[in-house]
Antibody, heavy 117, light 108 residues
Framework: EVKLVQSGAEVKKPGESLKISCKGS????IAWVRQMPGKGLEWMGI????????KYSPSFEGHVTFSADKSTSAAYLQWSSLKTSDTAIYYC??????????????WGQGTRVIVSS | DIQMTQSPSSLSASVGDRVTITCRAS??????LNWYQQRPGSAPNLVIY???SLPDGVPLRFSGSGSGTDFTLTISGLQPEDFGTYYC??????????FGQGTKVEIK
């Protein structure tokens, strides 16, 4: 059974940096999805760990950075300077592409990030 | 960018009811439309892909229809475990998988 395992919850102060991880997939595109408290799912973008090719949603480009390490089957989401508005749960999800099927059918458990002074 | 608009934003229904949720895309996406269920405290779970296809393990009471810009998710015979929030997702755009804003389903 394929699993994506995300790093644990984080509590940070505004202005601090942070890097969270998602492990379990080396040869599939991995997406990042934000869910702010009490809100819906927001598409952040996607990365291919095999060669680190990356596509960002325009809403998040420049605010976050995706990276990957194919030797450890890990994808990363990082911030250089957190804001209180970055408080959210962040999910990673694996893309399956097969004909008309383009779905996210394996998800990580989510990483809760709290940014507060 | 494509916008995905769901309606209603929430609904309350009884066990056994037929529930319908709609999703409209701001431009045509053929049948590249997915539906996910998210229960509180859990990650989303795929319930319909390619507008009308059922993934393995998803109960037959879930069905989807539509093409182009207008889509529907139907739950025929609502069960207590079907509570949660349902999201549609555009899967047509190249690596831009926009979600709808969600429809919260509560059991009466």
């Amino acid at each position: 059974e394929v699993k994506l395992v995300q790093s644990g919850a984080e509590v940070k102060k505004p202005g601090e940096s942070l890097k969270i991880s998602c492990k379990g997939s080396a040869n599939r595109w991995i997406a990042w999805v934000r869910q702010m408290p009490g809100k819906g799912l927001e598409w952040m973008g996607i990365i291919y760990p095999g060669d680190s090719e990356t596509k960002y949603s325009p809403s998040f480009e420049g605010h976050v950075t995706f990276s990957a390490d194919k030797s450890t089957s890990a994808a990363y989401l990082q911030w250089s300077s957190l804001k209180t508005s970055d408080t959210a749960i962040y999910y990673c999800a694996r893309l399956t592409m097969r004909g008309v099927r383009r779905t996210f059918d394996v998800w990580g458990q989510g990483t809760r990030v709290i940014v507060s002074s | 960018d494509i916008q995905m608009t769901q309606s209603p934003s929430s609904l309350s229904a009884s066990v056994g009811d037929r529930v319908t949720i709609t999703c409209r895309a701001s431009q045509t996406i053929s049948n590249y439309l997915n539906w996910y269920q998210q229960r509180p405290g859990s990650a989303p779970n795929l319930v319909i892909y390619a507008a009308s296809s059922l993934p393995d393990g998803v109960p037959l009471r879930f069905s989807g229809s539509g093409s182009g810009t207008d889509f529907t998710l139907t739950i025929s015979g609502l069960q207590p475990e079907d509570f949660g929030t349902y999201y549609c997702q555009d899967s047509n755009s190249t690596f831009m998988f926009t979600f709808g804003q969600g429809t919260k389903v509560e059991i009466k």
